[in-house]
Each structure stands twice: as C-alpha cells, then as structure tokens.
C-alpha cells in the first residue's frame, strides 16, 4: 500500500500480528509510536540493516517520538503472536508510505501448495499472491482465481512477465534447480520447498548464487515453524534436557496410501531417491537444528518394491554429530501394515524427549507427533512424560506452513537470514549425500567434509 501527500495527516496505521512496517520518507518526519495494550513493540529507527539486523531505537516503549531523517527508514515490529498490539501514529505527513508486503509468486501448484495457500489467505497484508505458474494450465487457472491474480504455464515467461518480489516453489523435485535457479538470476527470492535440490553441488551453486544476487534463499523445512518443535528447540537451547547423548528418527510410511505407482515421487531420477531425500530429510534436518552439524555417517539401503525405480524403500543408519552424540535412522516406504508413522526421540543426561510409542494416524499433513519431555531428577515425571505444548514460542500461528511463509517474507523485508537458509540446509543436504554414498558403499562411513569437498569439486 502506497499513501502520498496529504491524505495522510495524522494517519493511525493499526498493527497487527507480527505486522512490520516500514516508512520510507524523502523528508524529516516526525512520528510517534505509542503502545495501545500490552503487547511488546520493538522499534527501530535506523539508515540500512546491518549484517542483516536492524538495530538500535528504544525498545519496548510506551509512546516514543522520533524524526526520520532523509531516506532512514522506521521499522515497526510487533512480537506478540496474535492480536492487536499498538498502533503507529504519522503525526506529520510523509511524501511517501509503505506497508510492508511481500508479493510471491507460487510455482506448483499440486498437493502441498494447498498447505501453502492459507498464508496467503490468512495474512494478505504481509504476504500477497501475485501470481501463480503450473504446466497444468487449468490447476493453475483455478488456484489462481480464487485469488484473483493472473496465472502462467511456463515458469520461464512467467519469470519474465511477472513483477513478484519473490517465488515459492513447491515442484517435484528434479525441478528444484532448474527453477530456482531462473528465480534467482531473474532477481527473485526464493523459497523453495525441501529436499534443496537432488544434489549438493546444485544446492552450493544456488547458495552462491542468491548471495550474489543478494536474494533470500530459504527451504521449506517447515518442521523448524511447528510451534511444538520450536518449543522444543527451546528446552534443548535452555539446557533442560543437559547433554543429549543419543538420538533416533523413524519414518514408517506406505507411499501407496497416499500416490500411486507412476507418480514421480517412484522415479529417482525426477524425485532424486526415495525414503532419505523425500521423507527423512525433515527430521535429519530437525535434528541438525536442535543438535548441531553432523560428522559423518553409515547407511544401507533397499529398493524391494518393484514400484520404486532406483528410489530406495528401506534405509537405516547411523550419524555422528560434530558434538559427539549419535544417532540412528530408519525409513521404509513400503510399510504395508504401518499407519503412517513419524517419531523420534532425544535422550540427554538430565531430560528425554519423545514421541512414542503410538505412530499416528492424522487426517491432513501428518509426521509432526507432539513431543513429549521428562527430567531425570524427578522419578514421577520419569515415568509419565508430558505432553510439549507450546504457548511461548513468537511464532505467529499455530500452522507449520503459515510460519515458514511469514518468515520468509519477515526475511525479504528485513535482510535477515532465514532460520532455514540455503546456505543453513547445505548441512542437511551434505548428510544426504553421505548417506546414499555410504549405502551405495555397503555402509562405508562417509564424512560430511569428504562430500563437501567433491561437491565443491563438481562446481569448478
Ligand atoms: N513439507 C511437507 O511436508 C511436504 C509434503 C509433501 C510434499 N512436499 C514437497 O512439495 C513439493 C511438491 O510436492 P507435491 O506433493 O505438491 O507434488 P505434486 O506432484 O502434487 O505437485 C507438483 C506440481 O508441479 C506441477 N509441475 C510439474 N512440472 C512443472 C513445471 N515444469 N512447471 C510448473 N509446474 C510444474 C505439476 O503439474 C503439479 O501441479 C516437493 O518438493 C515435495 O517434497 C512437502
């Protein structure tokens, strides 16, 4: 929203949510911010972000008075996750105001990009629809209109044609590179949908890239946005579970329940392999976020269902984080008699956490079981864990997806690194390909440095 001239005297620009707004003036202007309930409100007066941060300004104030000089900007950032918090005050009249709002452009628009839309349903002053791209012409027509925007069966005369900030790509896997890579040369940010790409020389490439173009260049690990998770990040951070010693993820899923045979996620060479890089890459990465990089790895793998065409269906292995805890894995796709199942566990000197012993069964997305947390120094809760529910987490709803959208954009408009970067997951990819080299090495242990180093190989 752009306002001009005097229309604007003595504007009140509501804030809500985690609402940031930025005013851009082309003269001194004096604005008040005043504290309307109890919310905390962070303001921040300041030329250009530094490293990626805005800093300096009062903090948490009630009503604070400041002159903009010429071409600084104010940022207003409410923190409290739902509500209105305070309002904004143009006491005099800037030449020129803008609302902050990110306008993204959804490439792919199959299963998961209905996860996706409710951001853009729920939160259209920070996040807009500008577009919307799919070789499916009608599927794309059809997302589209309900948001009223034009729509493109070609990503590349999209690219061309579209005047978006930013693209998020939800596309089969094989895609992830090529498309992003157009996005980024054409000056978008990026958010693409996980795996990064289906190797980890594309994914260093395109890190590269985004920090040459100074583009955002975030993965939808949307596990680290599911409020739960984040609370658990939390405890791990604050020490509650002291040292974790151990750590184990299983994915048990019957692919057949949810896409037929034929469908690209069988086929290696479009969806780049099967249970690691489609399925355990959420929780390998949840893992690195909560504990750190890993080392090195050992791993087999099976491909027994005749579907699956150089996709593996069963694979296990072992991970040595740089801190020294290990964990295990294990993934089949093939898990006929199995509910959908996801759980994990983190086992440390003073706390565990986990998610057993029922799999789950849940109607929509499923894979998040909620975690459970006990402290060693209680012999009750020892035995009864409790449910990690997660009421002080800032993050703004209590939809993974929605989080991860906000972030991206709360990133475009600030500068700051996203919590899932490129540049972040390039860890999470590296374990993945030492993964399939060890298994493809009848479980040789692999290091993450030796990946590292013929990726970068492969790039020259
Ligand atoms: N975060 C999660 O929990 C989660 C869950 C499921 C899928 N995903 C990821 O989302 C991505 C998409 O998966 P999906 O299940 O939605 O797949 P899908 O097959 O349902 O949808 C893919 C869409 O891409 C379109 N498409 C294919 N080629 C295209 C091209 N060249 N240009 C434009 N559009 C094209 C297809 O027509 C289809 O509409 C994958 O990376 C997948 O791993 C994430």
């Not at 002159?67 to 996750?81: G, K, Q």
């Not at 951070?237 to 974790?244: E, S, T, V, W, Y």
Request: aromatic fraction near 8%.
């Amino acid at each position: 929203m752009v306002v001009t001239g005097a229309e604007n005297r003595s504007r009140r620009v509501p804030l809500t949510g985690r609402r940031i707004l930025s005013i851009r003036t082309q003269r001194p202007v004096l604005v008040t911010v005043a504290r309307a309930c109890t919310g905390r409100l962070h303001w921040h007066v300041c030329p250009a972000p530094v490293d990626g941060r805005f800093t300096g300004g009062p903090r948490d104030g009630g009503v604070q008075t400041h002159t903009i000089l010429d071409s600084e900007y104010l940022f207003v950032v409410a923190r409290e996750p739902f509500g209105q918090l305070g309002e904004i005050y143009l006491k005099d009249t800037p030449r020129y105001v803008q609302t902050s709002m990110v306008r993204v452009g959804l490439i792919g628009v199959g299963g998961i990009a209905n996860h996706h839309k409710p951001a853009f349903e729920r939160f259209p002053d920070r996040v807009q629809l500008g577009g919307v791209c799919d070789v499916d012409e009608a599927a794309a027509g059809e997302f589209a209109a309900a948001f009223d925007v034009d729509h493109w069966s070609d990503y590349e005369v999209f690219l061309e044609e579209t005047d978006v900030d930013a693209v998020d790509i939800p596309l089969p896997h094989h895609l992830h590179y090529p498309v992003a890579k157009a996005a980024l040369e054409a000056g978008k940010h990026v958010l693409v949908e996980k795996p990064f790409a289906t190797s980890l020389a594309e994914c260093l490439e395109l890190v590269e890239l985004a920090e040459e173009r100074d583009c955002r260049l975030m993965v939808g690990q949307m596990q680290r946005f599911y409020p739960p998770y984040r609370a658990l990040k939390e405890a791990v951070d604050r020490g509650d579970l002291g040292a974790i010693r151990h750590a184990r993820c299983d994915a048990l899923v019957n692919q057949e329940d949810m896409v037929p045979p034929g469908h690209w996620l069988y086929d290696g060479s479009m969806s780049g392999g099967g249970g690691i890089i489609g399925y355990s890459v959420h929780k390998l990465d949840l893992l690195r976020y909560l504990l750190g990089d890993v080392e090195r790895v050992v791993s087999w793998e099976r491909e027994v269902n005749d579907a699956f065409d150089d996709a593996e269906d069963y694979s296990l292995g072992l991970l040595e984080f740089e801190s020294g805890t290990v964990a295990d894995f294990f993934v089949t796709l093939s898990a006929g008699a199995m509910p959908y199942t996801e759980m994990f566990w983190l086992l440390g000197d003073e706390g565990a956490m986990h998610t057993l012993p029922e799999g789950t069964q849940r109607e929509g997305y499923v894979g998040l079981p909620d975690p459970r947390i006990n402290a060693a120094n209680d012999p009750e809760r020892r035995k009864t864990f409790e449910t990690l529910t997660a009421p002080a987490t800032d993050l703004p709803s209590e939809n993974a997806f929605v989080n991860e959208i906000l972030h991206f954009a709360d990133c475009i408009e600030s500068g700051a690194e996203p919590i899932s970067s490129g540049r972040d997951n390039l860890g999470t990819m590296a374990t993945i390909e030492a993964i399939y080299r060890s298994a493809a090495n009848d479980g040789e242990a692999t290091t993450i440095d030796d990946v590292y180093a013929d990726a970068r190989e492969a790039l020259r």
